[in-house]
């Protein structure tokens, strides 16, 4: 029915057209406006298509096996598909995890002794692979870049990570382990990373300094914007409070900030085709349904979040999100509710979204809905 309504309404705007097959002169001619109006009903329905949403619906009884696993703090999808999650295994980040000047206070207890990072297969959600054991304290965010390497912080460390696929050896370090810091070479519980095709790469920092930091592939400082403050304050100084998650839109040149307790989705200029533009901003997602944004992810010409714990008036929920137009144009759920998300991840097809959680420690995986396509229908005028 949903199709049959939808491609009346493309029929309708064609027939706008049918007057110059009515006069044509000729029977090529006649068939040259046969296939413009083809054309157009082409068009027309594909643009149609596109406007509607996929709505992301929850795969039950995934994964088949349940794992053992701590705080999920970050997820992220591999080049072949796979959820890859980042957990704290028995560590706990609470009230006493962390001193009044943000210094990890149980480091004398020495690094998660089990493996932090584990590989999931996205059909049947069974083990695939799991290393980063004795690495790390505070496990927060995961970002895997177009060459499979992975980039990790930890609050706890104050530091970023990128180790090369296959190894868990880092090939690079940023930030003073257990050293929290404002200037150029420290961090404060760095949250994410994102990361070019260039190299260069894109870190919120975090939960004390609330900047964007962005660096070259060499990991050299390039240019930062944002400053922490809970007053909410726009143009290129704009405060931040808690940037929390990043999408990159790289197409657009376009960086999406997770502004957690300012309960927005901020998105900037990137600064990739103009450096000197890195940190305007272009659009502020707000409002009822976005509550504490913990977690956002694009893909295939979509931005997708979701909010967490204290949201409230907003329901715990996923969000599909128009940064454009500053809408939010889908919130979706789980059959099981969500407690506590934490971050979320999107296949590269665009097709498949994950969510991790800390507290239940679980992860959820969803898959759009798909819309008929124009090929389907492309004969139905003239059968």
Not at 258 to 266: G, Y
Not at 346 to 369: A, H, W, Y
């Amino acid at each position: 029915m949903w199709a049959a309504y939808k491609f009346l309404n493309i029929v309708i705007v064609a027939l706008s057209y049918f007057p110059s097959i009515m006069i044509a002169a000729s029977p090529t001619d006649y068939h040259t406006a046969e296939e413009n109006v083809r054309a157009l009903l082409k068009r027309q329905f594909d643009e149609k298509i596109a406007d509607e949403l996929s709505h992301p619906e929850e795969i039950e009884g995934w994964p088949l096996e349940e794992y053992d696993l701590g705080q999920i703090s970050g997820v992220d999808v591999d080049t072949s598909g796979n959820p890859v999650v980042f957990h704290r295994g028995t560590v706990v980040w609470d009230a006493g995890s962390f001193n009044d000047s943000n210094h990890y206070t149980r480091a004398d207890e020495g690094p998660i002794d089990e493996d932090t990072i584990v590989v999931l297969d996205s059909k049947t959600g069974q083990l695939l692979a799991s290393w980063g054991g004795s690495l790390f304290y505070m496990p927060h965010g995961i970002t895997i870049d177009k060459n499979s390497s992975i980039w990790l912080t930890d609050v706890a460390l104050h530091q970023v990570f990128k180790f090369l696929p296959g190894t868990d050896k880092p090939l690079l370090t940023l930030g003073q382990a257990f050293e929290p810091g404002t200037d150029n070479d420290h961090f404060c519980k760095p949250t994410d990373v994102a990361v070019a095709k260039s190299g260069d790469f894109y870190v919120a920092d975090g939960y004390c300094n609330s900047r964007i930091m962005k660096f070259d592939k060499e990991g050299k400082f390039v240019a930062k914007f944002g400053e922490e403050g809970w007053i909410w304050r726009e143009g290129k100084g704009s405060t931040l409070a808690i940037p929390h998650s990043l999408a990159l839109i790289e197409d657009e040149d376009i960086l999406c900030v997770a502004d957690r307790e300012h309960r927005r989705v901020l998105c900037v200029n990137a600064g990739i085709q103009n450096p000197q533009q890195f940190g305007e901003i272009v659009s502020v997602t707000n409002g009822v349904y976005i509550g504490r944004i913990f977690g956002i992810a694009y893909s295939s010409g979509r931005l997708y979040g979701v909010n967490g714990a204290g949201s409230a008036p907003a329901a715990t929920q996923g969000l599909t999100i128009d940064w454009k137009t500053s809408q939010v144009v889908d919130t979706w759920t789980s059959r099981r509710s969500f407690i506590s998300p934490h971050d979320i991840a999107v296949s590269r097809d665009g097709q498949t979204i994950f969510i991790s959680e800390i507290g239940p420690n679980r992860l959820t995986k969803f898959v759009l809905r798909s819309a008929p396509t124009s090929a389907q229908y492309d004969n139905t005028l003239y059968e």
